[in-house]
């Protein structure tokens, strides 16, 4: 009987990493605090110009569902400066298996994890074949893995989606995305990736830009359904559409917009 009145424990997600890393590199935050650096400088509205409407059109800034996406989970920072060196391949065999660029990646000063494990690996093309649409970029036949310090853990029933930072386009580093069941596997997650840059040179991804995406979510079957909108549907669709028309801007988020608790 007393279960009934018992609270009912709080979605969370725990990362852990090794002893003596905890104080030294930086940890995952909210990805509602690392928000990209282009959308936290662009302005609510575009230059008014010569445009005759009597307030200026909106940009993405007031766009609350792309911001909801780039604020959905946590972000898990670069641990340590990476430096890239992308090449031309100067051997034809090389060039005709992984393109016409090479590319090599080092953390500063050969940083570790535990035991003196690295933190980048290789990974086989086979592993994903020549179909896959990766190798359209010069490099993309570079399969790369970040031995990634951080484990995982949430509770019962709920996994976790990795995945490329929502709308930061920061950097040329593209991961292969993933689910994980966090509930049970709690192993450190590693993180596939090429590099989509095009260019020969030398770049550095600096340590404690957003590297990837942690969007933790209950494991749920979703039933499909599909069919044609009935009369109350669409009623429903025209007042949703007469409220749109009648603000120059925020009626999304004043008037279907659910806001969003997170610590």
Known sequence: MFNLFRRKEKPWIQFLTYPGFVDAIPHPVPAQKALPEWFKNLKADCPA????????????????PALDGMSQGFIIPNWADLAVIVRETTDEQREKAFGPLEVGFSYHDNFNLGMGKETIEGHSWDQVGDECGLSKYPCGKQLIKMLNPWSIRTPKGWSIKVQNPSN?????LHFIEAVIDTDEFNHTVNFPFVWTGNKVGRFLIPRGVPLVQIVPFKRETVELKTGTANQDEINRLVNQENKLSCGFRDVYRNEFWHKRKQK
Do not use: E, L, Y
Request: glycine share 4%; net charge positive.
């Open 49 to 64: 110009g010569n445009d005759p409407r009597p307030f200026p059109p909106p940009t993405i800034k007031r766009c609350v």
């Open 168 to 172: 930061h386009f920061s950097n040329d």
